[in-house]
């Protein structure tokens, strides 16, 4: 792990670059599996099927007796785990919910604001190393909440042209319409396009690689919406001497362990603290399952010190953190004045992964510095505000001088005549 003492401020940008490829090194073969789909529909779908997850299905979409069957596989003890967190998740999207706003600007003006569901989603949920059934929680909760009428799941399936049993288990228990086995940028290629078996959606969601990434990016430009830019997974902790280094070692290596490109960063104004963390990574290290994985994500991770609070904030902020930790005695400073993160974990006893299963807020969260823009996924995501207008005879003449001068000065007569016509039939 590299440790960095106090760099100068025109290091910064470097010293947080993401370990991932640009666009410009993936985008061609995006572009091309996109055009072959939209040519080719099911068969292209099959033949990526078959050359990137190395098998060859006969149909791709998920039956009920396969659902059946991997309920039947899944623990009850991990399907009663799986209800409680989508009962904390329903909790908190639930409470996102907003009112109808309703205002009258003017008298005889009356405006107001109502939010409709996106009716038809797509959910990526990654496979790969490690199938998470998680993110079909994180997805399928706030689309059903929100009232999306057509979910449509696609996943990466294993070398037996399955998907793991958790993940249908928890897409039958959140009301997914619809189940394909299909992942990489083939996947969001037939979200975006529409194949004999995949439905074109409006929006698709989801993390994936860096492939999936930029194909949810290319998805825009074929008019489909995304949730946001969600790449390979980071977390950026900052503590103090007052943090306890074991709690921050395997918070590191439980977001090192997502994938080899996964990055982690530990920012802190104590260099005990650093040592103590560093040394805790090895020794816990040693005993992950995943170690391999890890470790090289790992490899990739910065330990950062800085003189105080005030300096380790501003490069937080620069660096727009997926997951932000804080352990350190200034909390309020980092929680008050935090702008650029995607969702922040307070205290000791506040692991990133409560927020990565069951606590209820979003894992689905913006990455590669987009949290500066972007926010993570919430009910709202699901769902579009629409506005409405009604106006009277009294609310035209209130308003109509001032909608003829402006239609005028910026030189659209029909504009001006529309609001003409009806004023000349009230005098």
Known sequence: MQVIKNPNKSEWSEILKRPTQTVGDIEGIVNAVFQDVSENGDRAIQRYTSKFD???LDSSVVTSEEIDEAIQKVPQKLQNAIRQAKENIEVFHKAQKTPKVEIETTNGVQCWQEKRPIQKVGLYIPGGTA???????????PAQIAGSKDIVLCSPPNKEGKLAPEILFTAKLCGVTKIIKVGGIQAIAGLTFGTETIPKVYKI?????????????????YGVAIDMPAGPSELLVVADESANASY??????????????????????????????AD????????????????KAIANSKLIYVENDNIALEMIDEYGPEHFIICSKN??????????AGSIFIGDYT?????????????????????????GVNLDSFMKSMTFQKISREGILNIGETIELMAEAEGLQAHKNAVSIRLKDLK
């Open 54 to 56: 190395g098998v060859s």
């Open 131 to 141: 199938p998470l059934f998680s993110t079909v929680l994180m997805l399928a909760v």
């Open 205 to 221: 969601f989801g993390p994936g690689n860096q492939y999936v990434t930029v194909a949810k990016q290319l998805a825009t430009k």
């Open 248 to 277: 921050i070692a395997s918070d590191l290596l439980s977001q090192a362990e997502h994938g080899t490109d996964s990055q982690v960063i530990l920012v802190s104004t104590s260099e005990s603290i650093i040592e103590a963390i």
């Open 280 to 295: 805790q990574v090895e020794r816990q290290l040693d005993v992950l399952p995943r170690k391999a994985i890890a470790e």
């Open 331 to 340: 909390e309020a400073l980092y929680v008050e004045g935090i702008s650029n």
């Open 351 to 375: 692991p990133e992964s409560a927020g990565d299963y069951a606590s209820g807020t979003n894992h689905t969260l913006p990455t590669n510095g987009f949290s500066k823009a972007y926010s």
